[in-house]
Nanobody
Framework: QVQLVESGGGLVQAGGSLRLSCVAS????????LGWFRQAPGKEREFAAA????????WYADSVKGRFAISRDNAKNTVYLQMNSLKPEDTAVYYC????????????????WGQGTQVTVSS
């Protein structure tokens, strides 16, 4: 079983940047892919970005492509989400999760969810 803990959220002005971190424990970190999802109030959880076990393959939602970058450091058991050019519509709770298959984009393609970290972008 994998335990995930997110951090790095906060309040930022539109156009600003934040970097989220997700630290994993449990299974060997380099044996699985990871993804980031987000959920705004009153909306369903939506896919943002994901990365394979080695970091050689990444995939993104169209809404964040070119602005967000996912990466991982297997020596630190950590996956990151660098968020640039933030918009008010990026406001949400951000979650990381273990990828059950490559190129998954639905919540059921992921498991072992963290508790989330709040990101608020002011206009």
């Amino acid at each position: 079983q994998v335990q995930l803990v997110e951090s790095g959220g906060g309040l930022v002005q539109a156009g600003g940047s934040l970097r989220l971190s997700c630290v994993a424990s449990g299974r060997t970190f380099s044996s699985y892919g990871l993804g980031w999802f987000r959920q705004a109030p009153g909306k369903e959880r939506e896919f943002a970005a994901a990365i394979n076990w080695s970091g050689s393959i990444t995939w993104y939602a169209d809404s964040v492509k070119g602005r967000f970058a996912i990466s991982r450091d297997n020596a630190k058991n950590t996956v990151y989400l660098q968020m640039n050019s933030l918009k008010p519509e990026d406001t949400a709770v951000y979650y990381c999760a273990v990828a059950l298959r490559a190129y998954g984009r639905e919540a059921h393609d992921f498991a072992s969810w963290g508790q989330g970290t709040q990101v608020t972008v002011s206009s």
